[in-house]
């Protein structure tokens, strides 16, 4: 009976879990480009635009998640009328940022020093040699540290749920209140697919980094 | 003169690590600068190709003077090979080597493949084209970062002590190349103690000591007879380390 119950509400399930990857994806791909943004910034720019990187950066990585969404939510609600899903987006995108200046950050600094002294030694301006000569090296070592971001960010889009938005949490909510109980079931059902998801996501970050690996730079397998 | 280096002087901080050095180059001709370590060669070079901007002085090029202005049309005129050869980590030898013809000379990668793997023949590394970096030897390593200086056609090479960082038996595949390119006529500015290959193919060996260029002379003469105690100590000095070959 509960099997037939979680089947027939399979499809109400999978609307949920692919509004939670949509959230997943605009907020990492919010957080790829700016995080860059703010890594290149504060690597290489002028000392206000570190200063103020830095304080970003702090800033959204010591508020509670929960909070961000509510404020993005009701006190930017205040002014400007805003869904959920684009405030719940918006909330976890900035902090996404933040984290995510940090990989690129550490994969930049990462870069020895003297692979720019070669490109700028061939004649590469400074812009020239880290779009041609660091980013393809940092960028190569991002799939490892990201893979952490990418499993914490999955996990945080169901505090969506408190802003309304109808994602995988709030269905399984829904099931539960719809059918009487059955709570334990239901909300194992969710998190068996937040953790597939999870696991897919992972598998193939982790083929990202192998194909990415610098032949003769390998990481030395423990063996 | 096709390179002329005019009084430079750097300081960091405090401590004058030049002290009005000035030196001069003719089209093919290879000098060799020797010194005892901390004397400020390997700055002299940075400071020529302004990888470290001189405090003051002034450097020529074919008459033109080198400046922050036109810096990045003069490196690729005036090319420099590390001693720790530097090369690209992400790239195979012939990307190392075609990298700058393709992304600073607007040549189609094909083009520059083509151009870097004549380079590659050229320091005898084409059976390695396709290696990356870190499968290399470190000579075989600066031997691409040659064929890469090479590759952007430059009117002068400056090398930063070339074989310093090479265990002894790889310095003479490296120093075998230089002389090749010594007789092809590049012009070239060699900071290193290789006696050996000062002596069959510099024009001049240049010798500093304490931010100074304490004397200059062609190599029979510097190495035979110098002028000079402080080049003789030095010369005597690295003479016991068996560097003489």
Request: charge should be neutral.
């Amino acid at each position: 009976m509960i099997v037939e119950i979680i089947i027939n509400h399979i499809p109400y399930l999978l609307d949920g879990l692919w509004v939670a990857i949509q959230l997943l994806v605009c907020l990492l791909a919010i957080g790829f480009v700016f995080g860059l943004l703010l890594a290149l910034a504060e690597v290489y720019g002028h000392w206000t635009l570190r200063a103020s990187g830095m304080a970003f950066e702090r800033v959204f990585r010591g508020i509670p998640e929960l909070v961000l969404i509510l404020m993005c939510f009701y006190g930017v609600g205040n002014w400007y009328p805003i869904e959920p899903f684009p405030a719940a987006v918006l909330a976890l995108g900035l902090r996404s940022t933040a984290y995510q200046s940090q990989i690129f950050r550490g994969v930049i600094q990462a870069v020895p020093k003297g692979q720019i002294a070669a490109a700028r030694a061939i004649g590469m301006s400074g812009v020239q040699a880290v779009r041609y000569v660091v980013l393809p090296q940092a960028l190569r070592q991002v799939p490892g540290p990201w893979s952490n971001e990418f499993s914490s960010e999955l996990k945080a889009t169901s505090l969506a749920y408190v802003i309304g938005v109808v994602e995988l949490t709030r269905q399984g909510r829904y099931i539960i209140s719809s059918t009487q109980g059955n709570i334990l079931i239901v909300f194992a059902v969710v998190a068996l697919m937040y953790f597939v998801v999870n696991w897919l996501g992972n598998r193939v970050l982790y083929r990202a980094e192998r194909a990415l690996e610098i032949p003769g730079l390998e990481r030395r397998e423990s063996d | 003169m096709l390179l002329d280096v005019k009084d430079i002087h750097k300081k960091y901080g405090e401590i004058e690590v030049l002290k009005g050095v000035s030196l001069t180059l003719a089209r093919g001709e290879t000098k060799v600068i020797m010194g005892p370590s901390g004397t400020g060669k390997s700055t002299l070079l940075r400071c020529i190709n302004r990888l470290s901007p001189p405090t003051s002085g002034e450097v020529f090029l074919d008459g033109e003077l080198i400046c922050d202005a036109n810096i990045n049309e003069m490196r690729q005129k005036v090319a420099f090979v590390f001693q720790d050869f530097n090369l690209f980590l992400h790239l195979s030898a012939l990307d190392n080597v075609a990298m700058g013809p393709m992304r600073l000379k607007g040549m189609k990668r094909a083009e520059a493949r083509e151009l870097a793997m004549q380079e590659l023949e050229r320091v005898g590394m084409q059976t390695h084209a396709a290696s990356y970096p870190a499968q290399l030897s470190g000579g075989q390593q600066q031997r691409v970062s040659i064929a890469r200086a090479l590759a952007m056609k430059p009117e002068v090479i400056l090398f930063d002590e070339p074989t310093s960082a090479l265990d002894p038996e790889l310095t003479g595949e490296v120093v075998t190349v230089m002389q090749k390119l010594a007789s092809d006529g590049i012009t070239m500015l060699v900071v290193s103690h290789e006696i050996g290959f000062a002596r069959r193919a510099a024009d001049a060996i240049i010798f500093m000591e304490g931010g100074h260029v304490i004397e200059e002379g062609p190599p029979e003469q510097i190495i035979g007879a110098p002028r000079q105690d402080r080049t003789r100590e030095f010369l005597n000095v690295i003479a016991e380390e068996g560097q003489i070959s």
